[in-house]
């Protein structure tokens, strides 16, 4: 059990038999009253973000988030194949607990992926991939005034913004988190 006053950003704890992770909190001691804890918070399952205040002594049970790497084998229509690493189990995924991810994802790449009780509610991509252009429109020359984009469809599928200059066959780095061009390797 954790007190509402030891929440500190990154810590997870259930309540209402959902998980969640703090934020952001503050400890409030108002002239009158009693003190208590002001919290933003994440729901880990539904990603929704509430803010609430509650009493320091308030106790919420621990949430116990698991995190494997597994490795990406292969999609077969609605679902995407993960392997774990160590016991080589393989794991069928729906679109929905891969969404984010899978765009930056060719087979056999290795991505995070969290288990709450024992069931998938996310699927990181690592923070920085290297993907192939497969297809974008030929920069024009003399067209370089600063901060030029323009769309790019990479292997695995994925659209993004990449510089004039990006070709088709080039590889590019990528975030992953924001989904934005970082370097042409």
């Given at each position: 059990m954790i007190s509402?006053?030891?929440?500190?950003?990154?810590?997870?704890?259930?309540?209402?038999?959902?998980?969640?992770?703090?934020?952001?909190?503050?400890?409030?001691?108002?002239?009158?009253?009693?003190?208590?804890?002001?919290?933003?918070?994440?729901?880990?399952?539904?990603?929704?973000?509430?803010?609430?205040?509650?009493?320091?002594?308030?106790?919420?049970?621990?949430?116990?988030?698991?995190?494997?790497?597994?490795?990406?084998?292969?999609?077969?229509?609605?679902?995407?194949?993960?392997?774990?690493?160590?016991?080589?189990?393989?794991?069928?995924?729906?679109?929905?607990?891969?969404?984010?991810?899978?765009?930056?994802?060719?087979?056999n790449d290795s991505a995070n992926v969290k288990f709450y009780q024992g069931k998938v509610f996310q699927v990181e991509a690592p923070n920085f991939v290297e993907l192939s252009v497969v297809e974008t429109e030929p920069g024009v020359k003399g067209d370089t005034a600063s901060n030029v984009t323009k769309s790019a469809k990479l292997e695995t599928g994925a659209t993004i913004q990449v510089p004039l200059f990006v070709n088709e066959g080039d590889v590019v780095k990528v975030d992953t988190r924001t989904g934005t061009y970082i370097s042409r390797l």
């Amino acid at each position: 059990m954790i007190s509402a006053g030891e929440f500190r950003k990154g810590v997870t704890f259930e309540m209402n038999g959902e998980p969640y992770v703090v934020l952001d909190f503050q400890h409030v001691k108002p002239g009158k009253g009693a003190a208590f804890v002001r919290t933003k918070y994440k729901n880990l399952v539904t990603g929704a973000t509430k803010e609430g205040a509650f009493n320091p002594n308030d106790k919420f049970p621990r949430a116990h988030i698991e995190s494997k790497e597994m490795q990406f084998l292969y999609s077969d229509g609605d679902l995407y194949y993960f392997m774990d690493n160590e016991t080589y189990e393989q794991i069928p995924l729906t679109k929905e607990d891969v969404e984010d991810a899978i765009k930056f994802l060719k087979e056999n790449d290795s991505a995070n992926v969290k288990f709450y009780q024992g069931k998938v509610f996310q699927v990181e991509a690592p923070n920085f991939v290297e993907l192939s252009v497969v297809e974008t429109e030929p920069g024009v020359k003399g067209d370089t005034a600063s901060n030029v984009t323009k769309s790019a469809k990479l292997e695995t599928g994925a659209t993004i913004q990449v510089p004039l200059f990006v070709n088709e066959g080039d590889v590019v780095k990528v975030d992953t988190r924001t989904g934005t061009y970082i370097s042409r390797l």
